[in-house]
Every structure is written in C-alpha cells, then in structure tokens.
C-alpha cells in the first residue's frame, strides 16, 4: 500500500490557478474512478470536494474541477482565495488491499 | 445533518488495548459502509479499515492487519475499532468517516497517545 504522490507544494496569486497532482499505479488510479479530493484546513478534519475523479461535493464551488489521466489524477483550483489555503489529499480505492490509499498531500499557499 | 461523534481515546503503554467508538446520526447507518482513517502528528492521512454497510466486509492498512478490528452495530447506530497491541506509531488522531468507495462526511477525531 504505498501511498499516491503529490508535490509537497503548490502556490498562486489570488485570482489565479493551481493545479495539483496525484500519481498512483494501474491498481489504483488507473484502475478505479474512485478518486477523490479532500481538503484540509489546519486543526481541521478533511472535507469532500471532488469524488469519483470530476463530480463535486455539495456546496463546493465550481472553482474546483478534478481529472484524471491514466495513472495520474489532477486537482484544479481556479481564481484562488485566501481560504482556499490548505492542504490537499487525493485518495483512490486500491485493488489489491481493497482499500483507500492516500496520496502523500500537498500544501496549497496563496501568495 | 451528519454527525459523526468519536470517543474512546487516551493515553495508553505499548502492547495494550484501546476501543474506539462512534456514534453516528443525521443518516441511514445501516445503509453506508465506515471507515476509520487515522492522522500521525504532523503527518498525513491514512486510511485505517473500512467495513461494509451491513459488516459483512472488513479491510485492513497493512500497518494493522492482525492487531485491530473494525465491527458496527446497526441497532445502536455505533461504529468501533478494538485496537490491540498497540505500538508507539499507533499515535495519531483517529477519525470516524462515512461512506465505502467515498467517504463524504469526517467526524472531529479522537487522540489515541500510545507511550511508556
């Protein structure tokens, strides 16, 4: 179960746009459109915001699209804020443990 | 609306047992599958176990297979994990979550400290 890869780090003016990474394998990424996007304020539990690769959760703005292809999931935020300063995790069903795997998280800085 | 409410946390020594609970309302228990995720200090995310909506299915991390187990109760509407051998790199907050293939709700988390 080795976990997806995300950059450490991403960053962006307000306004403008980030798009984060996630790469797994063909057990996993691959494999299954049971990919996800969490976000994570600090001291804060995840919240949904994009499930099964491109659908977003309720409540969520539309400034934030996900994708995917072949083993790499892809996060976009458009027209960053302020609050939109987080950290981000992927997460896909996994085949072989039939289990989740997280992706190793990346810190969103709005400059 | 969901609510996802952990208990059962501490502090414990190395080898011994911890249970998690959970209690959930705002939804239909029995119809979703659960899972628990847990978050080292500092650290990421990762995902614990997960059990099927009626508990006929049960997964596990690799980093707990053989030590912990996850049940529910349907007529309490209770999720636990029975955490045993617990080791130093147990450490973390432990959240309850909604859902099998996707998880859409977290609970607020619980701390479990295993140190001598």
Not at chain 2, 48 to 61: L, W
Not at chain 2, 69 to 86: A, E, F, G, H, V
Request: glycine share 12%.
């Amino acid at each position: 179960q080795s976990a997806l890869t995300q950059p450490p780090s991403a960053s962006g003016s307000p306004g403008q746009s980030v798009t984060i990474s996630c790469t797994g394998t063909s057990s996993d990424v691959g494999a299954y459109n049971y990919v996800s996007w969490y976000q994570q304020h600090p001291g804060k539990a995840p919240k949904l915001i994009i499930y099964e690769v491109t659908k977003r959760a309720s409540g969520v703005p539309d400034r934030f699209s996900g994708s995917k292809s072949g083993n790499t999931a892809s996060l976009t935020v458009s027209g960053l804020q302020a609050d939109d300063e987080a950290d981000y995790y992927c997460s896909s069903y996994e085949g072989i443990n039939n289990l989740g795997v997280f992706g190793t998280g990346t810190k969103v800085s709005v400059l | 609306q969901v609510q996802l409410v952990e208990s059962g946390g501490g502090v414990v020594q190395p080898g011994r047992s911890l249970r998690l609970s959970c209690a959930a309302s705002g939804f239909a228990f029995t119809d979703f599958g659960m899972h628990w995720a847990r978050q080292a200090p500092g650290k990421g995310l990762e995902w614990v176990a997960v059990i099927g909506h009626d508990g006929n299915i049960e997964r596990y991390a690799d980093s707990v297979k053989g030590r912990f187990t996850i049940s529910r109760d349907n007529s309490k509407n209770r999720l636990y994990l029975q955490m045993d051998s617990l080791r130093a790199e147990d450490t973390a907050l432990y959240y309850c979550a909604k859902g099998y293939h996707t998880v859409t709700h977290w609970g607020q988390g619980i701390r479990v400290s295993v140190s001598s």
